[in-house]
């Protein structure tokens, strides 16, 4: 990060500074695990269910940091002691970035489709200025100000992803990093346990357009009247995104290729250009012109967004990950994270691959997480939803998946094409007895439920590293 003095990092985050120099300068990586712990640089002591930050400071001060941020002085270590780390960390952030008025903050949230729509708009913009982006999904009131600190004088933009399980959260994080650009992808289903409902999640969505300083512009999908309607809570320049004929930024003709990777005449402007994604899934068109209308914003000529969305690839692993095995399997590691929106959209994609080699398909699918008093229900929709797209297998894994299957056999005529099993191991098993060549394997489900380790298993040379992962299940 940007130098700054300890005493000026005791006053921000309201510290008291224990065998600390106020002077002493910490202008190196600000970090929450001390194995990255370097020179000049300030170690977080956060506490954890499983891992406790203040047992590792004694760590981090050999490794050479400046300072640690703890919440009670350690014996030999210097430290600035303040009330609650993690809070501490987002005042931090908020001083760095304070101090660097020409950076851009483009800030996005939504239900789906965050991480994507990150990594797209980073490849877009970083030709034409320093960008810092979060690693995988850093979405959150520790990874945000941890990505935040990131950023130095030289960097132009700061692409801020943003997550929220409650009213209010999104709110703090723009007061971290206020946004010149503020988008809202969509307004799903996902962590409506914590919300309450769909009507509150978009409220709490919309803090980011609350948030866009003047001057700047919000972005909002066409395609979706909740994040349409949020038009009337910004006095900011408004862009909008959607194959809806209104949209400032519009898709036309959107058709998927034998991968399942979609191709679309883009309309910016008066412009039409040609758009063939790297990327799996038809989804990923609104992902797309969300990230084109971020970099019109920002300045970008057409032909720029159309060659940077013609070129941009898929950077975070395990999202609609499309691997070849020697066999002739196909799989399609989608296994990060779900919810209903996001396993439609991946169910729709595994259907569109198959059907255009002509192959089996299998869904495996495992628990979404965090859908409250809706979780039956969303979970026998997703089982139904598999029948009537003529889903070829289902596999459903562990107890929380459970409605999948149910749904699915209740629905149509299925006999032996929908099965259930508790664990990952059980899975595996019937996958390696039942998979031939040719077959096209989609696995999703929340990271909680661990199927990512089932993907990994499934492909090359992780057999053993997913049995072990599976067997703690």
């Known amino acids: 990060m940007i130098g700054v003095r300890c005493g000026e990092i005791a006053e921000a985050v309201h510290g008291e500074l224990v065998g600390v120099d106020p002077s002493a300068v910490v202008d190196g990586a600000v970090v929450i695990d001390s194995r990255a712990a370097a020179p000049g640089g300030l170690f977080v002591a956060l506490p954890g269910e499983r891992v406790e930050g203040h047992d590792f400071v004694g760590t981090a001060s050999e490794a050479g940091v400046t300072a640690s941020l703890t919440s009670r002085p350690i014996d030999g270590a210097p430290c600035i002691v303040v009330a609650d780390t993690q809070k501490a960390l987002g005042d931090l952030a908020r001083l760095v970035v304070s101090r660097l008025p020409d950076l851009v903050v483009i800030a996005l949230t939504g239900s789906s489709g965050k991480t994507s729509t990150k990594d797209l708009i980073a490849q877009l913009i970083r030709p034409y200025g320093e960008t810092v982006s979060p690693e995988n999904s850093f979405n959150n009131e520790i990874g945000h100000p941890l990505t935040a600190l990131q950023a130095t004088e030289s960097t132009k933009y700061l692409v801020a992803e943003m997550g929220a399980r409650h009213i209010g959260d999104l709110t703090y994080l723009c007061g971290i990093t206020p946004p010149r650009v503020g988008l809202v ?52 320049r408004v862009l909008t995104f959607g194959e809806a004929p209104e949209a400032d930024i519009r898709a036309e003709g959107v058709k998927l290729d034998a991968e399942g990777r979609p191709a679309f005449t883009v309309h910016l402007g008066d412009f039409a250009g040609e758009v063939q994604l790297q990327l799996i899934g038809e989804h990923h068109v609104s992902n797309a012109l969300a990230a084109a209308a971020v970099a019109s914003a920002l300045g970008l000529t057409p032909e720029q967004i159309v060659a940077g969305l013609n070129s941009a690839g898929r950077v975070s692993a395990a999202r609609m990950e499309l691997v070849e095995r020697a066999d002739g399997v196909t799989i399609i590691n989608d296994a990060f994270n779900a919810n209903p929106d996001s396993t439609r959209a991946a169910l729709k994609a595994l259907v569109a691959i198959g059907r ?29 939803l598999v029948v009537r797209l003529d889903v070829n297998r289902l596999l459903v894994v562990g107890a929380g998946a459970k409605p999948i299957h149910l749904g699915a056999s209740l629905e149509g005529s299925w006999g032996n094409e929908s099965a259930y099993v508790d664990t990952i191991p059980e899975a595996l098993e019937l996958l390696r007895s039942e998979l031939r060549p040719g077959d096209v394997v989609l696995v999703k489900s929340s990271k909680a439920a661990k199927l ?21 299940q």
């Open 452 to 472: 990512r380790s089932l993907a990994d298993a499934l492909l090359p040379g992780r057999d053993e590293l997913s049995k072990s992962e599976g067997a703690a």
């Open 185 to 236: 992808l969509n307004v799903g289903t996902s962590h409506i346990g914590e919300f309450g409902s769909q009507d509150n999640i978009a409220l709490g969505k919309g803090e980011v357009i609350e948030a866009v300083v003047p001057g700047g512009t919000a972005i909002l999908n066409a395609d979706d009247h909740r994040v349409a309607a949020m038009r009337s809570r910004t006095q900011a």
């Open 356 to 384: 255009s080699r002509g192959a089996r398909t299998w869904a495996v699918l495992g628990e979404m997480l965090e859908l409250g008093d809706t979780s039956t229900e969303e979970h026998d929709a997703i089982g139904r």
